[in-house]
């Protein structure tokens, strides 16, 4: 089974600008869940989508949005974007959906600079 | 507040021998799930146990093992037989059921030297 897939992998935006990024999950995986990963704040939970619905999410700012198609793959949109945007962004997906452990897979990463 | 935390930023074992990883939760649900990811330099993370809070059974998975205390909410990870393989940053995480939110602490880097 092919494993979680992102694109582009690699990123360079200037300042203003918006971004989309693009995650294909694991083949039967309905939730997809995205993370945002820098230096200075770690690892930090965006938003999760199952069957085309945000179940839950983080504390970020509007600019961040997401959306599900229904084929599961997902995509997250950040806009006006900001130079504390840079980080490696995870996509990870799971079964998760009627119950029971939750284990995510992720995926390699898109690493966004912005300048 | 659901926090997780690894008050070990930085850990080096020599190669063969063994290290455990110290981590620390807090959340007020009973019911929880708890793991340890691995992030080796490709940045790819990978999951390396698991462990459910109802079960009083300590998760194992061959080298790895971990130590779950849960009144004292402590879930500590141990490597056996280092490997140079091993070197990574190692996260430890809580979710719960149906749910795609982890929670992460923020990390111990892990050198594995020859």
């Known amino acids: 089974k092919a494993g979680v897939t992102q694109t582009p992998r690699y990123l360079i935006k200037t300042r203003g600008q918006q971004v989309t990024l693009s995650c294909s999950p694991i083949?039967?995986?309905?939730?997809v869940s995205w993370y945002q990963q820098t230096p200075g704040q770690g690892l930090q939970f965006l938003f999760e989508?199952?069957?085309?619905?945000?179940?839950n999410k983080g504390n970020f700012p509007g600019r961040f949005s997401g959306r599900q198609f229904s084929n599961s793959r997902s995509e997250m949109n950040v806009s006006t974007l900001e130079l504390g945007d840079s980080a490696l962004y995870l996509c990870a997906s799971s079964l998760a959906g009627t119950g029971g452990i939750n284990e995510q897979f992720f995926g390699p990463g898109t690493r966004l600079t912005v300048l | 507040a659901q926090t997780v935390t690894q008050s070990q930023p930085e850990m080096s074992v020599q190669e063969a021998e063994t290290v455990t990883l110290s981590c620390t939760y807090d959340?007020?649900?009973?019911?929880?799930?708890l793991f340890w990811y691995k992030q080796p330099p490709s940045r790819q993370m990978i999951l390396v146990i698991r462990q459910e809070a109802y079960k009083q059974q300590n998760a194992t998975e061959n080298r790895f093992s971990v130590n779950f205390q849960k009144a004292a909410k402590s879930f500590s990870l141990k490597i056996s037989d280092s490997q140079l393989g091993d070197t990574a940053m190692y996260f430890c995480a809580l979710g719960y059921n149906q749910g795609g939110k982890l929670i992460f602490g923020q990390g111990t880097e892990l050198s594995v030297k020859p």
């Open positions: 083949s039967g995986h309905r939730s």
């Open positions: 959340t007020s649900e009973s019911n929880y799930y």
């Open positions: 989508y199952f069957s085309e619905t945000q179940r």
